[in-house]
């Protein structure tokens, strides 16, 4: 009896989907291209196309990574994404060899630059194809490529020392570009021909007038926004208001952009929150909204009110969560969220306002759409156990939910407790925090709360990451670790010796 064979398109599909899961480890997603040729042959092309080196992108590792590129059994091949730092030694690489790698290059990414000559030479000739450019700019601006610089579709500049030539880049990518952000760190007088925030604001106020989806710009010193997110409020997929924008204003930009899908805003007062709600529950588009909550003292009494977001489905929070306390006990929320994310060092029963954490759990028992939970949890002291596992039982009875992360100080693993009966979660992520900053050591036997079968713990850089029923993939044995440790020093060894 012959089994029956998936079509080989859905079979692809599979494996774009375990590819693109961020809970699978990188080395499981190697194994894949084992399975076959033709496999190997589709991830190749396809989805095995990021290149990131978090040190100088040197000339020496240009032309090694240009010869392995062409390496039959190499799984990278070309290119689309590259990320890298301090490159200012390619400017003396064969431009061949250099073509090799950047020919196909889709998205750049410069983490760190720390010279005014360090950046090489970002030009359509380069990288023919690029389409997003991301360069974070410490020292002067280089000017030397403007006039050569690749047709962007979105470009994103953190600048120290902006200049005059910033004004000319816009003008030379104007006709292509749909995404533009760009930030200030600082402005030093010391460097001459610098660009002053209101100039930029004023050009931008004119610039490509609805015709960009998202429009970002930030200074330290301040600038003008609102002109310029006005000149774009037929196109605006994506806002931020949260600086350099009254609150009038932005509520007016709320209003006037139609085309609205994410939201970026600031709240301090119930007032604005009603205010908010009235304006986006008139934009069905609008699906995604990002809270930064800072509530005066004045404000924190409690009221009773009904808070309902009519379209949203992926709602992020931090500050002072409290004011959402209405949003949790208001019926016409339960069906429609589908991500919920609270950022909230103090959201624990016994924190400052005792009402928050009964009301998110009666909106946790009613709720039946959410698939992702992200909340951070204090303890604070042995009090609070049994209220985190009532919380854990909450949400193993939850009837939708497939991803939950917790962000936990050390403390009791009690909320864990029950997750081990959800018949829904997939995936759980924990990641233990010290008391004030994130913690750097390895994670000790103590600090780890096991979860029971069916999930399985996996634990990579302070984080522990639950699957359920596994996945099927075990890391190197010790004795495997052990034979590529001395493998390794022998190589140094040899290419030491071999140098002399």
């Not at 020496?60 to 240009?66: F, G, L, M, N, P």
């Not at 806002?239 to 009254?246: E, I, K, S």
């Not at 990641?431 to 990579?460: G, H, N, V």
């Amino acid at each position: 009896m012959n089994t029956p064979s998936l079509p080989y398109y859905i079979i692809q599909l599979i494996i774009k989907e375990i590819w693109y899961c961020s809970y699978t480890p990188f080395k499981y997603k190697l194994t894949l291209a084992l399975i076959n040729k033709n496999l190997f042959n589709y991830i190749s092309s396809n989805l095995a196309t990021r290149l990131e080196k978090n040190f100088p992108l040197t000339s020496k590792y240009v032309e090694i990574c240009a010869n392995h590129l062409d390496t039959s059994l190499c799984l990278l091949k070309n290119i689309r994404e590259l990320v890298c730092v301090n490159t200012h030694e390619t400017t003396h690489c064969n431009q061949n060899i250099l073509f090799r790698v950047t020919e196909h290059v889709e998205s750049l990414k410069i983490l760190y630059q720390q010279r005014d000559d360090n950046v090489f030479s970002i030009t359509s000739s380069q990288f023919p194809n690029l389409k997003k450019c991301e360069i974070y700019i410490i020292g002067k601006f280089n000017t030397s490529f403007i006039d050569q610089f690749p047709m962007v579709e979105c470009l994103v500049l953190r600048i120290s020392h902006p200049n005059q030539s910033l004004i000319e880049l816009l003008k030379r990518i104007e006709p292509t570009v749909k995404q533009l952000s760009i930030e200030f760190n600082t402005v030093d007088s010391c460097f001459n021909n610098i660009l002053n925030p209101s100039e930029l604001s004023e050009y931008l106020s004119t610039y490509k007038t609805n015709q960009l989806e998202t429009c970002f710009v930030y200074s330290s010193i301040g600038i003008q926004s609102y002109s310029m997110l006005m000149n774009q409020t037929q196109s605006l997929t994506s806002l931020n208001t949260r600086n350099h924008v009254q609150i009038e204003q932005a509520f007016h930009l709320i209003q006037e952009c139609h085309q609205l899908k994410s939201l970026k805003c600031s709240i301090t007062t119930t007032g604005e929150m009603k205010t908010l709600m009235n304006l986006i529950n008139c934009n069905p588009n609008l699906t995604q909204l990002n809270l930064y909550l800072v509530i005066s003292q004045v404000e924190k009494q409690y009221e009773i009110y009904q808070l309902y977001f009519k379209y949203i489905e992926d709602l992020s929070a931090t500050g002072n969560i409290e004011i959402l306390i209405p949003y949790f006990q208001t019926d016409i929320n339960r069906n429609q969220l589908k991500i919920l994310s609270l950022d909230n060092p103090e959201f624990g029963y016994h924190s400052k306002n005792n009402n928050l954490y009964p009301a998110f759990i009666q909106y946790l028992q009613n709720n039946h759409s959410l698939t992702e939970l992200n909340i951070s949890v204090k303890f604070y002291n042995n009090g609070d156990s049994d209220h985190y596992e009532q919380l854990s039982m909450i949400l193993y009875k939850h009837p939708s939910l497939k991803i939950l992360c917790l962000n936990t100080y050390k403390g009791h693993p009690n909320i864990l407790k029950y997750l081990d009966k959800s018949e829904t979660l997939q995936f759980i992520t924990l990641e233990i925090l010290s008391m004030f900053t994130r913690s750097e050591e390895p994670l000790k036997d103590t600090d780890i709360a096991m979860i029971k079968y069916p999930f399985k713990l996996y634990t990579t850089n302070g984080i522990c990451r639950y699957y359920r029923n596994g996945i099927n993939f075990e890391p190197l044995s010790a004795k495997s670790k052990l034979i590529s440790y001395f493998r390794k020093k022998f190589n140094n060894l040899y290419n030491y010796w071999s140098q002399k």
